[in-house]
């Protein structure tokens, strides 16, 4: 079965642009969650999603959004770039999305803000 | 709010060397917890999860016992090998929050032959 795959695996922006990030979940899995990780910050929610509904937030700007479609993959987009949006965002998939389902990381989206 | 505190590293063993790893918890609800592990270059990966109060969880070696009385569920492993180099996350899910993991700061752990 195909692990979690992103798109692209690296980004380079500048400032004041937007970016769209992608995920596919493994097959079959439908929740889908978004992760900020950087040397500061660490490994920060940003979002799940579970069945085209979003089920959870984290404590981040409404620049950044995101959606799912009805195969389960997701979309996440961040809008009017800052430097300190520089960061890997991680996707996660699991089955359903309760609390004790293991969840199913990508490999992420190394995005740089210049 | 729910919140995972883990002991900061970086720690540096010798191979065959005892590790330990802390980690300890602040949650209103009833949490699973879980250990992910994050090779250079990679994604997390789940290592072991306990979903509830004194459940052990095992893997590879490692092991990590969930004590409600402690809030804690520290990670062991009895010989550790230079493979095993990585970062180390310690995590928790609420049970009312589906999908949401609340993550350590990360150990990083360097193994020397």
């Known amino acids: 079965k195909a692990g979690v795959t992103q798109t692209p695996r690296y980004l380079i922006k500048t400032r004041g642009q937007q970016v769209t990030l992608s995920c596919s979940p493994i097959?079959?899995?439908?929740?889908v969650s978004w992760y900020q990780q950087t040397p500061g910050q660490g490994l920060q929610f940003l979002f799940e999603y579970f069945s085209e509904t979003q089920r959870n937030k984290g404590n981040f700007p409404g620049r950044f959004s995101g959606r799912q479609f009805s195969n389960s993959r997701s979309e996440m987009n961040v809008s009017t770039l800052e430097l300190g949006d520089s960061a890997l965002y991680l996707c996660a998939s699991s089955q359903t999305g309760d609390a004790d389902n293991e969840q199913f990381f990508g490999p992420g989206t190394r995005l740089t803000v210049l | 709010g729910n919140s995972v505190t883990q002991m900061e590293g970086p720690v540096t063993l010798s191979e065959e060397a005892f590790l330990t790893i802390n980690c300890t918890y602040t949650a209103t609800g009833y949490p699973s917890l879980f250990w992910y592990v994050q090779y250079p270059g990679e994604g997390l990966q789940l290592l072991l999860k306990?979903?509830?109060?004194?459940d052990k969880g095992s893997n590879k070696g490692f092991e990590a016992t969930y004590r409600k009385e402690t809030t804690s569920f520290h990670l062991e492993k009895g010989s550790v090998q230079v493979s095993d180099s990585a970062v180390y996350f310690c995590?928790?899910?609420?049970?009312?929050?589906?999908?949401?993991?609340?993550f350590g700061q990360g150990t990083e752990l360097s193994v020397k032959p």
């Open positions: 306990a979903t509830k109060a004194d």
């Open positions: 995590a928790l899910s609420d049970y009312n929050q589906g999908g949401k993991l609340i």
């Open positions: 097959s079959g899995h439908r929740s």
